[in-house]
Every structure is written in C-alpha cells, then in structure tokens.
C-alpha cells in the first residue's frame, strides 16, 4: 500500500481522555482521516459530542463531532487502514485480540501486549528495528495483514530517548536511578482527586515503576537472530521512583545515570544528545520532530509549562547535564506524557509502518 | 541558667517568612517570651503588624501585632537571653558576628557560618553532640556567653535524620542519590512567582545541591578528639537533585541508599527508624516530637498536605520503604521545610541549650 | 440533662469529608466524647483507621483509629447522647428519620430536611430562636426525646452572618446579587478532578444556586406565631452564581446588597458587623467564636489561606466593605466551608441543644 | 497604503509578558512583520533572546530570538508601519507620545491614554466607529500620519462584548454587577507571588474595579456630532467586584444584567449573542474571529482550560445564560485576557486600521 494515500483510521476507546489525543493529533494529520470511533456499549450510539466529556485545551475537531460512536466489534471497522487503542487495560487485552485476529493493524497505547515477546514495544523515535517482529508475529499467529505494535508506558517513553542515544555512541549502560513528577493528564479522567494533589504531591503511582523498570531494557535490548523475539538488556539495573505532582501535561524525570565504559564528558554528552537521530525522520515520516532531543543550556530548564510542546509534543527535552558525584552523568528530561508518552508514539509508529509498507 | 525560667527571645528578620515561623512557633512554647523583634531600617521604628505582610495561616500573635520592631544593632537588644536570626544571607554574616561578638547566644537559620568548623551545624534531632563545639568557639573568639549554632538548609534536614538513624544502627552509608520535590515556601516572600509554578515545576534551586551535598557531611560526621572542629564524613558520597514544586510546605525527598556493609532488610529498616530517639527528647524539650521518624506503612504516603504537620511538624515522615534494584533501600521522606527545616529546628537547638546550661 | 455532662456522640457518615471533619472538631471539643462512628455496611465492622481514605491534613485522632465502625441501624446506638449526620443527600432522608424517630437528637449535615417547615435550618451564630420549632416537631411526629436540627449549606452559612447582623440593625435587606468561589472541599471525595480544576475554575456547583437562594430566605425569617413553622422572608429577592476554585478549603463571596429602607454609610456597616453577637456565645458554647464576625481593614483580605481559620473556622471574615455603585453596600466574605459551613456548625447546634436543656 | 502590503511592525515594552504575547501572535500574522523590539536601556543592544525571561507555553519564535532589542527613542524606528506598545504605565506615558508625536501609528495595551477624550478605546470587534476620532486627534496634536488607539483594560474587553450585542439589539442597559475571577497572566512577570495564590484567592486587583466601571461607558458609548470626542453612556450602572485566582490564562466574568427596556427571554439572548457580527469580520482582518462570541450550552461552561482557545483566543465565549432573580439575566463569560484582552486586541485594531487606509 502506498504510503501516499490518506488513511482510515479508528480510535478505540474514543472518549476517554488518551482517545481525545488521539483525535485532537490524528485532526492534524495528513496521513490519516479519523474514519471510526469507538467506545464501550453505554456510548455507542451517540453522537461523540455527546458520548465524551471533552477535556483536551483544544477545542473538539468538527470531523468527531458528529461522528456517530460505535462499539468495539471489528465487523463494525471495515474499510479501516489503522486501529488505534487508547482503551483501558481492563479491556483492551480482549477488544485487540479480536482486532488483530480479524486482520486489522492495531496500534496500542494500552500495557497488555507490551512484554509479549513478539510484539513490539515501540517509542517510534527509538527502535522501529524491532518492527522486524511482525513477520514472526504474523506466523505465530497465521494472520496475513494483521499486527499489534505497542508504544511504552508514558514515563518510560521520555527516559529512553536519551538512553538510546547514549547507549549508541558510549556503549552500554550499567546502572540508573530515575525519580519522576508525573503530570495528572497521565490518570486519564476523572483519575487523580482534586483534594489529592493541589498543594500536594502523591509519591505513589500504581504499578508504574515495576513497568518503567521492564519496560526500558526491552526497548532498549535487540531482537534474536531469526526476529522471532526481543532480547531484552540484561546488564542494565535500573531503579525508578514514580511521584504524582500538580502540572496537567508534562513528565519531568530526574536521572542519574553509571556507564558501564569510561564515560564521556558532559559536552560529549550534550553534544550526542543534540545530534541524535532516527530513522522515522529520515523517511518523512509526519509526526517525527525536527529535533528528537531538543538540549536546553538555561539552567532551570527543562520545564513542563515552557517546554512541553517542543517538537509539538514530539520532542523529549534535556537540561541541567551535569557530572554526577555518585555515578558520571545526572540530567532532567521532560516529555509530553500524552503525545510521544502516549497517542503520538502510536500516531508515528503507524505513520513508520506505512512507510515501511506494512499496512 | 537554670533552664526552667521563660527566657527572653529577639527573632532577627522577624518580617520575612523564616521570621514569620519564628513567631508562630514561639508564641506557643512555654519556654520563651517574644522579647525583641529586629528588621531592616525600613521596618524599624514601626509596630510589626505595619512593618510585616503576614503570609502565614496562623493569625498574627497578639504580642506580636503591636511590638516595635527595632533595627539589628546588638545595643538595642540588652535582656534578651536568646537571639534567633531568621536574617537573610546577605546580611546575616555581618549581623550575627556583631551579636555574637556581643556576647548574646545565637541560633540562626541563615548559611553565612554554617560550615565554619568550629561552629555547630546542628538538626536537634540528630547532632547535638556538636555543642561541645561552642568551648572551642568562644576560646577562639574570646567569648563569655556568647556563640552561634546554626540549622542547616532546610531539605538537609530531612535527609539526615533516617540517615543518622541508619548509620547509628548499621553502620557507616556509602552512596546516596536523592531527588527532591520543594515547597514554595522555601523561597520566602515573594519568592517564587506564579507564572513559574502553577502547572509547572522548576527543576533547579539555585545553589541547594551543593548545600546538601556538602552539609550531610558534616552533620554526619564527628568532631576532632579535642572538639575544637567538625571532622566531616569523607566515605559517604551523595548527588542530589532539587525541583521546586506547586506545594505551600513541605519537602518530599525520594532517596536511593547503599551501604557499606551487609544491608538490613527492609523491615529492620523500618524498626530501626521507628526506634530512632535523642538526646533533646531525653532531656525533655519541649519541641522535641514524641516520634522523631514517623514511619507509614500505606503506600501513598507520606503527603505534603496530610503529613507535613507530624509531631507539630518536628518530625520526618518515611514511607515506601522498599529494596532499590541499584543500590540496596529506597524510600520517600517528608520534612516541614519552615519547622524542623528551619525555625523550628533553630528554637529546639536553643531548648537544648538552655537545658544543657549553655545559656 | 445537665449541660456540663460529657456527652456521648455519635457520627454517622464517618468516613466521608464532613464526618472526617466532624471527628477532628470533637476530638478537641471538651463537651463530647466519639462514642460511636456509624457507615455504609460496606465499613461496618472494620477499624475506623482501615475503613477510611483520611484526607484532613490533621493527624486522625487516637480515639477514632480503632473505633469499630457500625452501620446506620438506631439499634445500634444506645448510649449516645447527640447523633451527628455527615451523610450523603442519597442516604440521609432515610436513616436520618430512623433516627429522630428512635428518639435521638440528630444534627444533620445533609439537605433532606432543611427545607421542612418545622425543622430548624440553623446557622447557630444566626438563628438559634428557631428552636422553638422543636416542640411543634416533637408533637408532630409524636416524639419523646427526638428531634432533628439541619445546618445549611456551606456557602448560605457564610452569607447569612453578615446579613443578619444588618438586618437586625438597619431593616429589612431588599435585594442581594452574590458571586462565590467555592473550594474544592465542598465537593468530598473523590469530588472535584482534578482535571477540573487545576489551572481552571468550572462555573457551576450544581443545586448549589437554588439551594443558596431559598435558605437564606428561611434562615432570616421567623416563625409563626405559635412557633409550628419557619415563615421564610418574601421581602428579598437574591440572586447567587456560584463557582468552584482551585482551593483547598474556604469559600470566597462577593456581594453586593440593596437595603429597603435609609442605607447606612460604610463605617456604620463595619462596626454593625464588628459589634454583632449571639446567644451560643451568651451561653458559653465552646464553640462559639469570640468574634462572630472578623472585619479586616486591609483591603486585599479576607484570603482563604489567611483568614479561613479565624476563630478556629467558626468566624466569618468581612473586608473590602465599600460602597456600591449600584446597589447601597458591596463586601467579600470568607466562611470556612467545613466548619462553620458543615461540621462545626452542626456541633455548636448541638452544643447549644445542651446548653437549652434539650439533649 | 494597501492592506496587502506585509507591515513592518515595532513591540515596545518587548520583554514584558504583553509584549512577550504580541511576539508569539505577529510571528503568525501574515500582515504584519516583526522589524523592531524596543524595551529598557537595560535590555538596549542584547539579542531578545538573552533580553528576556521567556514565559509563553509557545515556544519563543525565530525572528525575534536574534533581534537586537533597540531602546525606546523614535529615531531608532525608521521603516516602521506600525507600533505596538506593551510598555508599563509607568513609562508609557511619554513614550508613547514622543512616538505618535514622531507620526508613528501607535496601538497601545497601555492604560494612559484611554481615558483621553479624543483617542480611541477601542475593542476592535465591538466599537471601530471610534475610529473616527482618528481625524480630530490628528488635528489636535498637528500630526500626518500620527496617532494613538489604545486597547482596554484585559477584564473589559471580556464584558463589553456581550453588552454591545444585547445594547445594540435591546436597547439601552440600566444596571449589571459583575464579579470577576482573573488569571494570573493579566499582572505580568513576576507578578503575583505564588505564595498569594496557591490553595488562595486574592479579592482585590488594585485599580482594577475603577477601570472596568469607567471603560465600558467609553467603548459603549458614541460620538460627538463633529467626530471631535467620545460621549460616554450616562445612563449605565456598573459595580465591578475583582479577584484573582490560580489560572494562568483566561478571566471569567460573572454578570447580572438589567435592561432599560422590557428585557428579552434567554433564547433572545442566546440567538442575539450567536448573531452578533463587526466590521472587522467584514473587512476579513485576519485575527477576527469566525465568531466573536461563541455561546455555550453546556451548563459547566465557560471554562478557562478549556475555551480560553476558542477563535485563537479572539472571541468571548458565553455561558450559563439564564434569568436573574434580581435583575433580568445573568451569565458568565471568559475572555483570553493577553489575547483578546491586550496583545490581540491591538494588533486587530491594527488590521482594521490598515484595511481602512489609515497606516
């Protein structure tokens, strides 16, 4: 299929509040038409204008306004290019499977699939390699068109950007410790309680560190000889610490980071971070950012308010790179949780796999 | 001196935050009586409730709303027993030498003296074996009464009480990598703008690492064998991260600990900071908490907003207690930057004094 | 019943916000002893400490930790003096009846029987000569003992202090357009989302209009001549627009009044309100504030974060008190919502029930 | 002068967040082009990019990040077709003048000039007619090409909108109240400390009251017969309550309202505000929004997180249309105060003023 042609695609899980990103990016894009949205029973149906609860600063795309919203059975989907998930994990496992198996391409927000060996865990500016998995993925399931692709946990999506980078040019990378401020948007709606978090912190987020600590060496790692299966890294140790903090879009990470060669100075680091590329822009791909790593100098910067559009979303930004006096290097970055941490990633990784002629 | 009459306090900056606490805190201890209230030439001569914006939620104590503040000339201070100094860096050296010069018994939360060895860096809860210190520092001086104890940077003060709790019991630490979350409050008045804060994070506190990094050290550590200086630690090594975040009080630290020796487990470390006691506690001062570490067992905790005001804020709160995959313990601490992180460590420093007969 | 008896109370709706707060003002109340904490069956049975998300930045008093908590069955309940309601609207009609029918004093929260013409809605620094319905009520329903006293809503509580002390002194009031900011504590948890209101305000509280609206009306009217029912005022006509602020306690309003006859200058309203007592505090109630009204001449106040717990939360605060270009007088006020606009309104109902021999 | 033409445009005061705000709007204006940025001497010769602290969530633009800031004397501003000023009122006064004096076209955010009988107050989508006072200042002060339109005050460009539609179609109006609640973008960087607004309200903007109460009488009043001065209303009453609340951008607007005549229903009202059209949209200046006042009928709307965005920030939304006890309707309304309230309304009073040949 040429990567020329508009697309059609669906939002699963339309109406919550990754299922809005995903409208919001996908009304932008030239690559796709928003052509179904789906939802649970209790909203199909509907108008989307009213079976959602709007809650994107953006206002609603005129093409979802009126769009009639529709249940989660493939047999409703015909004519779509591209499914896209942004359903709840307590769903999602049954509702994919049912797409994939049906031969539809499914790209997945939610954490079900991710640590399956054949599918990919994808941060499309990262390891568009291990899309090598789909032939395998095909077989194993005797499926002709059909996939699921994943992207990563929100948080993790933002650490290994710089990871991968430095990883490529000072080789591997021996210990990291990382403390996250997540952004409430990460909770979807009506998610975190007023009465939790102004004037507060919640320095627990549920589930989310074990899946930040798997989840890195697996996207980070390579893929077999034969591509049946990812290999994840197994010389890495990583320990994460997930805080909940009062900002709407924009997780700020806090990395100290050991390498497992000598390490390099803090201007090579900077310097490798700001050249570092990947291969979804070297093919034109729409949402890839002009800079993956966009390198802040001011020192109190990265900030989520001042920096978290950079590249529309697309961008992880890095500042205050510095020696470490326990391990070499420490940074913080911030990435935008809901675009490359969420709908965005899934959004690029869809864009890639057209133009690798996958859908 | 015996320690049993009310004694008579000056609070030196009495109009800025640091001062503001003072007051509060003093109006409610039976061991002091507000006596003398110093600012700047611009507030003196005015009654303090014109001299001062009142920012905390505390109403004004009535004996402070109409006491005269005066300028901070040692001679205008005559009667006063103690001399708490809440001045701001930029003018607390000159100021405090002149008072303690004077011969008055100074406890000043400003940094100009504390790593001055032969001055005590004192957390009252941690480190009072410094006082031995005050001999050698009024020998060099040629000081009767006179002397100054200093409280250290308000995240260090949360940091250092598990740490001296874990030391004590377990031996000497080897590396420590902490991450910060700060209250506004830590910034003074007006400090921290809005526009930097509200859906943000600011993930620099200019000059705060190098102030843990390096104060941890000395508290921590010993004294010469004649006690005429401090001996710092020189085996522990630490990098700490500071961010300011959208909370009024309370800094959250999220610490990752290694050893140098064999580890305790988990639970020994939470029976180990449950246990934690010292001397101010013994000698029965009145700030003193009844629990210095106050340890949760739910996983969503400690809070700023539910847990700073533990042990009416003189207590640390230490939860998420678990292993670190990279080091050997992590855990999450809250302290109450303006309490036991500043005024309220400085007047529990002087309750030690006078109980020990220093003043 | 003697008045200086330590009574035994009970809470129903104890794990929600309003119940939370009422166990934090009676831990502290001298005149009640927590005798029993009443819930949903889905906490009976359990600790209080495990059947409760505490959310009140208070530490959780010693004697409600290990309270076990029982359901809402009168069965239950013998020995308690005072029945306290912090229940859902959902709920309360229902086991609220069981109660007074039982022969239980019952102090409600909850807007079931606010409006019923012989139950006294009672803001107890306002309208405590409303009790006289109780007789008429008893008789009613053929009670011995029982009764049912309702507190209003949060932010008629507020509003009505002022006005009643004006119109006690200069006449009937004719018309009032008020706008409130509402913090978020109104709504319990989980409530508001957080979504909602970070960096945001949502223009609606829904029923809190119409119910603002019709209160006040009942709570400055009087009574009919043999005191069987409440004769609501039709002589004022209010309009009230009510918002939800990113505020973790305290309600802001901003109001503007019209009074029926000779409007009295700005200074004659200050000292009206600074002048204006009540009978709870005649009649010792504990918690009766000293000051009912606390009228700031600073013209950026009343502030919630500064005034709201003026007189321990029972005080509303009164400041830019100016003329009106429109109508005759404009003013902000501050009640705290949880205090004197829920828990501690219904706690000094009752704590005046005892002082009249009612209990 | 055509319109067609690319203008070259002057920002004064380019450092400050207006002026911060007029960059990030003309750096997408295809009218206009940025030629010069004057700020203090401080500034004077530094890139922008080292001259300014950077707030805007947008990141800053290209052109301007080199642009060497120029100080305020009109002889550095040669070439210039259009002057923008973001200046402070406390030097915007004779800067501007020597300015328009110097036959520059000035459109200023400033308050200085507003009141002036012969200068525009002008809402560009409500009151162009003023316009035609253009002529007689011109005369007055002896310029060519010279002349100054000032914008108003951010919380009276969100009130007069709906006012002139419901005026212009129902006739005069008698009264309105209006509370405010204003973000905290409308008192610039740093502005207002964070300590003042977190978990708070401000209930005062100091001058702010006075400014609403007296613009809206200008901008919605006419003429007189020569051209030669404005004519206020006299018939209007206006009372102006103004808080500040924790919202980066967007000012809700809480109004009752009175006509003079029979009032209209809430569906008159509704269809008269969706109707309401200006000569700017006519002209097809580029920043006149597709609907100058989008009416919601979602009844938790406006919200600012959410519509402040509507028409890029130029049209006022207005919700909560209902009948006022009081008066005859309330509603609430939110206007993008450093667009539509300052930067915006400039710059389309410059389009419009282009279109017309006056540049």
Redesign the interface.
Known sequence: MSSDRVLNAAVLGATG?VGQRFIVLLSKNPMFRIHSLGASERSAGKPYSQATK??????MPEEAKNAVVKNCDPANYAGCDVVFSGLDASVAGDIEKSFFEADFAVFSNAKNYRMVPNVPLCVPVVNTDHYALIAAQRAALGLKKGFIVTNSNCSTSGLVVPLKALQDRFGPLK???V?T?QA??GAG????????????????ISGEEPKM?EEVLKILGGLSQDASVCTPLDNL???A?C?R????DGH?E?V?LEFANAPPSVEEVKRCLREYTCEAQDLGCFSAPKHIINVTEE????????D???GDGMSVTV??IRE????HI?F?LLVHNTILGAAGASILNAEYAAKKGLL
Chains 1, 2, 3, 4 share one sequence.
Do not use: H
């Open positions: 509040t709007w809650k994107m600063s953006e206002l210990r990291t410790i403390t401020l409430i948007s709606y009506p998610g975190v309680a007023s009465l939790d978090i102004l004037d507060n912190i919640v320095p627990l600590e140790r990583i320990s610490t805080n903090v009062p900002v709407i700020t806090c100290n020192e109190d910067r990265p900030q989520p308010r001042l978290r559009n950079a500042g205050r470490c006096p326990v391990f420490r913080t």
